[in-house]
């Protein structure tokens, strides 16, 4: 049975709450994340989260088209860049790293194989692929920023749930994710005293809020609100704090998926140590997926954000 602690019996030292990180196990999904974010992918409060990843989807356009209506090119500006032009677009899209890769599966191409062709037989034998495409509808997402780009090309079933969904579904638990819910982006271990400090600064070398052109990563916890899950062997509560991490790509690189779980504490490199009772709940971007995160994931997160 598991106890939330009153602030006189929480075990707390001046500089945070003791500990045993041996206890449970660790996970390195959220450290990975740290590890490979440069620093304009990384923000300090959901707010302004959110604000980047709808200001993207504002300028999205999502349209599906006939696979075999799709022009390739090489651009007439630069001869080692394909271009295409795309029915209801007047402009030429340039695809990105991301989305030529996704065209390139979409007609069964090897896309390290034609990343290494001059653009003219490139264009060539994508045209080729795109007329004979046994599907015959693609889903096309694009966005204009000074440029039109082509950021996902999907099967014409792609249900795609754009990323500031997901941060505005944990902002109506979280707040801004900086302290004033209970939800927030962790603190850290000081490993000379076995504490885990929940009031660390949130900048861009500690924050856990993440997004790129490609996904959006968020990990949060609430590390002001110990619980005691029993005792130690020399009596001490043995305490953990409750945790959640949650991800999607609204292009198609990666699943939409919540993990809810019990930590001990994160340290520097955002290494989860003292990990128990880890769920997940994971959404494929298939046909009905926009129902399912509506129906099935919001409500897990919520309830679990909310319990007592």
Same mark, same amino acid.
């Given at each position: 049975?598991?106890?939330?602690?009153?602030?006189?019996?929480?075990?707390?030292?001046?500089?945070?709450?003791?500990?045993?990180?041996?206890?449970?196990?660790?996970?390195? &999904?959220?450290?990975?994340?740290?590890?490979? &974010?440069?620093?304009?992918?990384?923000?300090?409060?959901?707010?302004?989260?959110?604000?980047?990843?709808?200001?993207?989807?504002?300028?999205? =356009? %999502?349209?599906?088209?006939?696979?075999?209506?799709?022009?390739?090119?090489?651009?007439?500006?630069?001869?080692?860049?394909?271009?295409? =032009?795309?029915?209801?677009?007047?402009?030429?899209?340039?695809?990105?790293?991301?989305?030529?890769?996704?065209?390139?599966?979409?007609?069964?191409?090897?896309?390290? +194989?034609?990343?290494?062709?001059? %653009?003219?037989?490139?264009?060539?034998?994508?045209?080729?692929?795109?007329?004979?495409?046994?599907?015959?509808?693609?889903?096309?997402?694009?966005?204009?920023?000074?440029?039109?780009?082509?950021?996902?090309?999907?099967?014409?079933? +792609?249900?795609?749930?754009?990323?500031?969904?997901?941060?505005?579904?944990?902002?109506?638990?979280?707040?801004?994710?900086?302290?004033?819910?209970?939800?927030?982006?962790?603190?850290?271990?000081?490993?000379? =005293?076995?504490?885990?400090?929940? +009031?660390?600064?949130?900048?861009?070398?500690?924050?856990?809020?993440?997004?790129?052109? $490609?996904?959006?990563?968020?990990?949060?916890?609430?590390?002001?609100?110990?619980?005691?899950?029993? $005792?130690?062997?020399?009596?001490?509560?043995?305490?953990?704090?409750?945790?959640? +991490?949650?991800?999607?790509?609204?292009?198609?690189?990666?699943?939409?998926?919540? %993990?809810?779980?019990?930590?001990?504490?994160?340290?520097?490199? $955002?290494?989860?140590?003292?990990?128990?009772?880890?769920?997940?709940?994971?959404?494929?971007?298939?046909?009905?997926? %926009?129902?399912?995160?509506?129906?099935?994931?919001?409500?897990?997160? $919520?309830?679990?954000?909310?319990?007592?």
């Amino acid at each position: 049975m598991t106890t939330i602690l009153s602030p006189a019996s929480r075990g707390a030292t001046s500089g945070g709450f003791r500990i045993d990180p041996s206890r449970g196990e660790r996970n390195a &999904r959220v450290s990975s994340e740290w590890f490979s &974010r440069p620093d304009d992918e990384r923000y300090l409060s959901l707010s302004d989260l959110h604000a980047a990843t709808l200001a993207r989807a504002e300028r999205a =356009t %999502a349209r599906t088209v006939e696979s075999r209506a799709i022009r390739v090119e090489a651009s007439r500006d630069n001869a080692e860049r394909l271009t295409l =032009t795309v029915p209801g677009q007047s402009e030429p899209i340039a695809p990105t790293h991301w989305s030529f890769g996704q065209m390139c599966s979409l007609v069964g191409a090897p896309s390290s +194989y034609l990343r290494n062709l001059p %653009a003219p037989l490139a264009a060539i034998n994508l045209q080729h692929g795109l007329l004979s495409h046994r599907a015959e509808l693609v889903k096309t997402l694009e966005t204009e920023d000074g440029r039109v780009e082509l950021r996902a090309v999907t099967g014409p079933d +792609y249900g795609r749930i754009w990323d500031h969904e997901l941060v505005g579904a944990v902002r109506k638990i979280a707040g801004d994710g900086t302290g004033d819910t209970n939800w927030k982006v962790p603190g850290m271990i000081d490993w000379a =005293t076995m504490t885990h400090n929940p +009031y660390v600064d949130i900048t861009k070398e500690t924050t856990t809020l993440y997004a790129s052109d $490609r996904d959006v990563f968020l990990f949060l916890v609430d590390d002001t609100h110990p619980i005691e899950a029993g $005792r130690l062997p020399n009596g001490d509560p043995d305490l953990y704090f409750r945790g959640f +991490y949650a991800w999607n790509s609204e292009v198609g690189s990666k699943s939409l998926g919540i %993990a809810s779980f019990y930590l001990r504490g994160v340290c520097q490199n $955002r290494m989860l140590w003292g990990v128990e009772n880890f769920e997940q709940i994971t959404i494929r971007h298939s046909k009905f997926a %926009a129902s399912r995160f509506v129906h099935q994931a919001t409500p897990a997160l $919520r309830n679990f954000a909310t319990a007592s």
